[in-house]
Antibody, heavy 123, light 106 residues
Framework: QVQLQESGPRLVKPSETLSLTCTVS????????WSWIRQPPGKGLEWIGY???????NYNPSLKSRVTMSVDTSKNQFSLQLTSVTAADTAVYFC?????????????????WGLGTLVTVSS | SYEVTQPPSVSVSPGQTASITCSGD??????ASWYQQKPGQFPVVVIY???KRPSGIPERFSGSNSGNTATLTISGTQVMDEANYYC?????????FGGGTQLTVL
């Protein structure tokens, strides 16, 4: 059974960088796409972007200028960095497995999710 | 950018059929997935690729997608189905979520 677990600071100061890591257990990170999705308190889901195990990425255009994702196949982990955060970035951040087959596949969906971690942006 | 719209809330009596819609321009040309999220939990996919149901999801959950509307149907709705439901689609290799629909079973 694949399990995902988010880790990283729960409190980030405004203008600083939010950094999270997702550790995948029970399966290999290889041959899959992996996504980050966030949810502000009391609000809906927002896709942040995905990374393929090879390192290729695709980001939400609304966040693209501030987002960087990376992958470490040796540790079965992938990571998110979001720069210049504001209070609007306060949210529960989920890491997920994305079952898209390739870049052109628009039938992908999310079958495994981490429990999510609440990151608060506050001074 | 592409947008999809869901009704904020839907109410249904136990045992009745609930229908939750997701509307977007030519949505029927895209694949829709549906997620159920209960308070304090991560979302769970209940329908993917318009009509497919993952293993472990009850048969009372079904989906359709045509024209400008995708629909999640829950037949014989149970109290345990009370949750927020989100539709998800891909557009130009980016993901779009609907705003979510709160399903109340009472």
């Amino acid at each position: 059974q694949v399990q995902l677990q988010e880790s990283g600071p729960r409190l980030v100061k405004p203008s600083e960088t939010l950094s999270l890591t997702c550790t995948v257990s029970g399966g290999s990170i290889r041959s899959y796409y992996w996504s980050w999705i966030r949810q502000p308190p009391g609000k809906g889901l927002e896709w942040i972007g995905y990374i393929y195990y090879t390192g290729s990425t695709n980001y939400n255009p609304s966040l693209k200028s501030r987002v960087t994702m990376s992958v470490d196949t040796s540790k079965n982990q992938f990571s998110l960095q979001l720069t210049s955060v504001t209070a609007a970035d306060t949210a529960v951040y989920f890491c997920t497995r994305d079952l898209r087959k390739n870049y052109y596949d628009n039938s992908g969906y999310y079958d495994y999710w981490g429990l999510g971690t609440l990151v608060t942006v506050s001074s | 950018s592409y947008e999809v719209t869901q009704p904020p809330s839907v109410s249904v009596s136990p045992g009745q059929t609930a229908s939750i819609t997701c509307s977007g321009d030519k949505l029927g040309d895209k694949y829709a997935s549906w997620y159920q999220q209960k308070p304090g939990q991560f979302p769970v996919v209940v329908i993917y690729q318009d009509t497919k149901r993952p293993s472990g999801i009850p048969e009372r959950f079904s989906g359709s997608n045509s024209g400008n509307t995708a629909t999640l149907t829950i037949s014989g709705t149970q109290v345990m189905d009370e949750a927020n439901y989100y539709c998800q689609v891909w557009d130009s290799s980016t993901v779009v979520f609907g705003g979510g629909t709160q399903l109340t079973v009472l």
